[in-house]
């Protein structure tokens, strides 16, 4: 009666064992696109799991959606298609038979891209004749009408994508920017066309499929347009598009018995005490956090400069100073102007590197004074952190701001909760409210 059932054999293990289906596997071009849309399918209450990579094992304990985090938005073609190929083959393995190829609401690619060939290739092995391209997300001002897709107010094109350091953004038409990247029609089903519902929409995907129009962009520009085409298109093998569009995906899986009414809830470990804020992002908001934070915690602050010099051991030995029951800050943010002193003194890479290093040795030194809750600020921090932890696997929990959950690990047999922050996100307060989420 649903996909959220005990299915048998697999491949690469010999007897029957148990494992459930996942109702959706998604695959994602960056870690916090993949956090993004896991936080999203999570609020179904429903146990997400958000995997660092494609896993070296095969499918086991999966959940009711299965996200894997790629990092292959700029990397060359034929890598980010066969890193994709290989998790869209873990996925299938794991049971799943719908999938959604999730990259940027600002479409994120150069006319040699990755979001074309990717959802090609995955056409192929899935035997899919038609997917859609939806990177629409209202609610963060990205709307996409008669093909084009807007930023807030501004086309694409003229907004602050177009100087953006790796893929500039110079072209709004999703049509266009398309057509170089893949070898099949791309055609359009515009507002019109979704503002008179899912069978008008279904009408003219069908349409565009009897003339081989394998590609289409599909305008939205509000959660209701969102809605229609997630009922139109749910049955698809392969979706692709933004966070957004998957939104209404967990609700209809319901109705259609895709995902049981009794999927499990997320789990919920219980944790040791200990916490620990380690911070390596300079952006503005994680400088107003730390300052925010600063004034009532115990903080440290790191600079690249002395731990080119003398290495993190004080850093630790302050770290392991502290009393239980607080929750440390350890910080390497800094205000440009200090960045750029310290990028001055030892080239921007180094600084970078070092801070890197120590907040990662820090995580592993907190954990083994029996550190269990760790709070990590700054996308390329999170993953020097992940990476000396050793994630692989993140069980998404209670949202603490918008594309920002708590998520608990296994390290070394030990449950953690982690939190991985990109820069600009949450706000003010986000330290103390993801602390007392936590514990909420
Ligand atoms: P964000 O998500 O805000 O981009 P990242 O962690 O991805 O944050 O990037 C911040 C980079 O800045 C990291 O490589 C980090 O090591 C580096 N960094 C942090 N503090 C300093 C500092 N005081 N001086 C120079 N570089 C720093």
């Known amino acids: 009666f649903t996909s959220w059932k005990r299915h048998g054999q ?11 289906a996942p109702a959706l596997g998604v695959i994602a071009d960056d870690f916090t696109g993949a956090t993004d849309i896991a936080g999203l399918l999570a609020r179904a209450g429903v146990q997400v799991s958000l995997r660092l990579g494609v896993p070296e094992h095969p499918p086991e304990d999966t959940a009711a959606f299965e996200v894997i985090a790629l990092k292959c938005r700029t990397a060359p073609v034929t890598d980010a298609v066969a890193e994709c190929r290989a998790a869209l083959a873990w996925l299938r393995d794991a049971g799943a038979e719908r999938f959604f190829w999730k990259y940027c609401s600002t479409f994120d690619s150069t006319p040699a891209g990755n979001i074309g060939p990717v959802a090609e290739a995955l056409m192929d092995d899935l035997g899919a004749g038609q ?34 350091p790796l893929t500039p953004m110079r072209d709004s038409n999703l049509q266009r920017l398309l057509a170089p990247q893949t070898t099949r029609p791309v055609g359009l089903a515009d507002r019109l066309t979704v503002a008179h ?9 069908a349409e565009l499929r009897d003339a081989g129009t394998a590609h289409v962009v599909v305008d939205a520009v509000a959660d209701g347009d969102l809605q229609i085409i997630a009922n139109a298109c749910s049955g ?14 967990p609700a209809i899986y319901r109705r259609d018995g ?8 997320p789990r919920r470990p219980a944790l040791a005490s200990g916490a620990v804020i380690l911070s390596g992002s300079c952006s503005a908001m994680t400088n107003a956090q730390v300052a925010a934070y600063r004034s009532n915690a115990p903080s440290f602050r790191l600079d690249p400069v002395t731990l080119a010099e003398s290495g993190v051991a004080s850093a630790i030995d302050w770290l392991n100073g502290q009393a239980d029951g607080t929750a440390p800050l350890i910080y390497a943010t800094a205000q440009l102007d200090e ?20 907040l990662a040795e820090l995580a592993l030194a907190a954990f083994g004074s029996g550190v269990r809750r760790f709070v990590v600020a700054g996308g390329e921090t999170s993953g020097a952190v992940a990476r000396s932890l050793g994630l692989t696997r993140l069980d998404i929990g209670a949202e603490i701001a918008p594309g920002v959950p708590w998520t608990f690990a296994v390290v070394d047999g030990e449950d953690v909760a982690v939190t991985l922050k990109s820069g600009n996100f949450g706000t003010r307060d986000f330290f103390t409210i993801a602390m007392a989420r936590l514990e909420g």
């Not at 084009?148 to 907004?159: A, I, P």
């Not at 519902?197 to 995907?205: I, K, M, N, S």
């Not at 093998?237 to 995906?249: C, F, H, K, R, Y």
């Open 131 to 164: 997917t859609i391209y939806c990177p629409a997300f209202p609610e963060n001002g990205r709307a996409i009408f008669m093909g084009n897709l807007f930023v807030g107010q501004q086309l694409l094109s003229e907004s602050p994508m177009k100087d953006h």
């Open 236 to 249: 698809m093998p392969l979706l692709t598009g933004g966070s957004a569009v998957a939104m209404p995906l």
């Open 197 to 205: 519902g899912e069978a008008a929409l279904q009408r003219r995907l």
């Open 258 to 265: 895709v995902l049981a009414v009794d999927a499990p809830p």
């Open 339 to 358: 960045v750029q002193h310290a990028q001055a003194t030892l080239g921007a890479e180094r600084a970078g590197q070092l801070v890197e290093a120590a």
């Open 10 to 20: 697999n491949s690469n293990r010999p007897g029957p064992r148990l494992m459930a």
